[in-house]
């Protein structure tokens, strides 16, 4: 219906708009909506990384109480004796179980009283860092006279990146599972490389249009909208109980997962393939190339960056997932770090969720500062993969 005031203004002018001042006033709004999300975006964002890290910078320090420690026969037949009774509450009952460990690598510390600096107990480390504990009056007044007479220090959490899991939090460390994630990401990209990119090569450049190319083509992206814990329920079924591979190694999350970054692989790599010019194709040919030779010696390179971006993206992605190793059994406690990729093993994201239903208050700024770690790595494949993407990239 246009307005009496339109039907004026039509008359004086021909190509006059009536719809013009509400298209204007509806993309104001549109633009204000797309400003006002982006800015809650980034706000949410801020505010989720500034909670992350101050719950994680914590976990980067420990710590550790000065005394003497008495070693003997009789104090390492009943180690907890090596240490002063007024301490002893104070030290933490990891450090006190392997230092008849530590006296066998230091023999010449055997009969001797040495002042030393040893690890401090959970609770202790808390209230030393102003959080929540369960220490009585006169412990927190033993633990000021410690730091008033400089017996209590904190520093850097060197355990944290060189011990395993444990069920005591102060010695709980990511080790174990940052070696059984190398682990687990080799065997994915050893399987999961080599396949996905001669799939593409095969779908792309030698593949005929048909009903059994189109089928496998539908298939594959179809893969890629799978829920990942059917991936590990798969894994399960094929690689342990058909195969009889171990159940939590390496070997079976890297398979698993190679399943599930196969889909990704092949879309990626059939999409950097595609862009390469086909006058690139048509000179070689006449040229007298075969196929092969084309697609090997000018496609192929052409085309890798964009199919190394891919991969690493793959990876990214792979490396961040939980549910379907969880299913092959990936989330036990492991607190010493495979050596073979068929040994027991867990990794990163197991490891920072298992943590996260742990009582204990010290492994809340530990799940945290797993979280960091992972996210620096993730960040960093992904800042990797534009960074190759820009270096090598051909535009044409």
Known sequence: MIRKKDKKKLKQNPFYDPTLKSRHANAKRFKRFTLTSLVFSIAFLVFFLFDIITKATPAFSITYVKTDVTINEKTMNVYTRSVDKNIRPFVSRAWLRDLPNYVKENPE???TTQEMWVLADDQVDQYFKGHHNTLKEEEITKIETLKEEG???QRFNTIFFTKGDSKIPEY?????????????LIITMLVAFPIGVMTAIYLEEFATDNKFTRFIEVNINNLAAIPSILFGLLGLAIFINLFGMPRSSPLVGGLTLALMTLPIIIVSSRAALRAVPDSIRQAGYGLGLNKIQVTKDHVLPLGF?????GSIIGLAQAMG?????IIIGMIAFIPDAPSMVTDAATVMPAQIFTWAGMPEKMYIEKTAAGIVVLLSILISLNALAIYLRKKFEVKW
């Open 151 to 153: 017996k209590i220090e």
């Open 172 to 184: 709980a460390g990511l080790w174990s599972a940052i070696v059984g994630s190398v682990f687990t």
């Open 305 to 309: 960056p964009g199919i190394l971006t």
């Open 321 to 325: 997932e939980t549910a379907p190793l």
């Open 109 to 111: 510390l055997m009969n």
